[in-house]
């Protein structure tokens, strides 16, 4: 794939990052489940959590196609923290940008942008994940007038009950994007998306986790318990928060292909390697072509899969629609990195299934691709709609 110079530097300059202060230390944090605050620090410094906020919000001013290659060289280090630097950048910054009031911008984006905040998205429910129309967190408006005891004092406002499931930085994070009810009978067109800063009263981290892969990065339940927020902290107007978080998802989808490639590349460097060094019959394995045919089919869908992220990438930063492409990317990166993951742990023999050798690990945290951000199914559904 042909990158521009800016492109190329940007890559350049994660991957060295990513070398030095990441791939060493993603072991420990896996055991430790570790979130490595420092690490997202420097990450921050080097622009990866405003990737494509425009420069005069504080952002890096660049694109999709190159928030992928970001994403793939965080991933190829570290899958949780991949994620984490994934959700902030989309849907988070990606709603503020296209959904926010100047205001909104200048008092979430900006810090968003320069990483001195994180962002988290309450989308899925306990009972409820693929079918986001059947959401059943509430947002009910609160008047100075209807509400005399604590509205005056705090103004016009919202107070939110639900529970919020398997939130990525759901602890972490310092303001939340709700998608919840505001009017029940009016279904997908009575939902809306709040600004929710997690400092707010009501806003608490029930239970955090306990995952199979991933373990830097954090994923909560969150109860809304009488969360009460400003009536300024509405994205775009009321009803409109299906719409929102759908637009969200499409570059989301973006951002899981590009992990689930770089995930993938990262246990395909260590199996080819091991490969090259592993003798058996009086040879390295590389040389048994069962071996060698392995390495060369993993190589090409790792390929096959930047290509359709980056095509679908290119078509959303062209103002494209891209919902179709980017559930393909998404589908066929996901399920490429898991099968070439487990390849890469059958190219190590017994060692691939032990923690000494990286490939466990990349194994378990890539798993996840196929599910958040929509499931494969729900991927193969929206692309068949597309066909239809
Ligand atoms: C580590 C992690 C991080 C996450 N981060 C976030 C986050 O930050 N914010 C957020 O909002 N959510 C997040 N999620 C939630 C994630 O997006 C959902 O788990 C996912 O969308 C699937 O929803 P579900 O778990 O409710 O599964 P369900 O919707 O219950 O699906 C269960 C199974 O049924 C299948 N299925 C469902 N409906 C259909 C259908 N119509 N046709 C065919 N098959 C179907 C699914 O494909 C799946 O195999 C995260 C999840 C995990 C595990």
Do not use: M, W
């Given at each position: 794939m042909l990158l521009t110079e800016d492109q190329t530097m940007v890559r350049d300059a994660v991957r060295a990052f990513v070398q030095d202060q990441i791939w060493p230390h993603a072991p420990a944090w896996d055991k430790a489940h570790t979130f490595p605050k420092d690490v997202h620090k420097g990450l921050a410094e080097l622009g990866?959590?405003?990737?494509?906020?425009p420069e005069e919000l504080g952002g890096a001013g660049l694109n999709y196609q190159t928030l992928a290659l970001v994403l793939e060289e965080i991933a190829a280090g570290d899958g949780g923290v991949s994620t984490t630097i994934s959700v902030t950048n989309c849907p988070v910054n990606a709603i503020l940008m296209k959904y926010g009031n100047a205001a909104q911008q200048n008092q979430w984006l900006r810090p968003l942008a320069a990483g001195q905040m994180l962002g988290a998205f309450c989308l899925t429910e306990p009972h409820v994940g693929s079918d986001a129309s059947a959401l059943r967190t509430t947002a009910t408006r609160v008047s100075a007038s209807a509400d005399r005891a604590t509205a005056v004092q705090d103004g016009d406002g919202y107070v939110l009950n639900g529970v919020k499931q398997f939130?990525?930085?759901?602890?972490?994070?310092?303001?939340a994007i709700v998608i919840a009810v505001?009017?029940?009978?009016?279904?997908?067109?009575?939902m809306s998306a709040f600004i929710v800063p997690t400092s707010a009263p009501g806003y608490v981290v029930a239970r955090l986790e306990d995952k199979?892969?991933?373990?830097?990065s954090d994923t909560a339940q969150i109860n809304f318990d009488n969360c009460r927020i400003p009536a300024?902290?509405?994205?775009?107007?009321?009803?409109?928060g299906y719409k929102i978080a759908l637009s969200a998802l499409e570059g989301g989808r973006i951002g899981i292909a590009a992990q689930s490639i770089g995930m993938a590349r990262s246990a395909f460097e260590c199996a080819l390697k091991y490969a090259k060094e592993r003798e058996s019959f009086g040879q390295?394995?590389?040389?048994?072509q069962a071996v060698g045919f392995k390495l060369a089919d993993m190589a090409t869908q790792i390929e096959a899969a930047r290509s359709l992220t980056h095509h679908a990438a290119a078509l959303r930063d062209a103002g494209q629609p891209c919902l179709k492409e980017a559930a393909m990317a998404k589908l066929f990166a996901s399920e490429m990195a898991e099968k070439v993951c487990s390849d890469a742990i059958q190219i190590h023999g017994g060692y691939g299934y032990v923690s000494d050798f990286p490939v466990e690990r990349i194994y378990r945290d890539v798993r996840v691709c196929q599910i958040y951000e929509g499931t494969s199914d729900v991927q193969k559904i929206l692309i068949q709609r597309a066909l239809a």
């Open positions: 990866c959590y405003g990737i494509c906020v939130i990525t930085s759901g602890k972490y994070a310092d303001l505001t009017d029940k009978a009016a279904g997908k067109r009575g199979l892969g991933q373990h830097s300024e902290n509405l994205i775009g107007a009321e009803g409109e390295p394995i590389f040389n048994h």
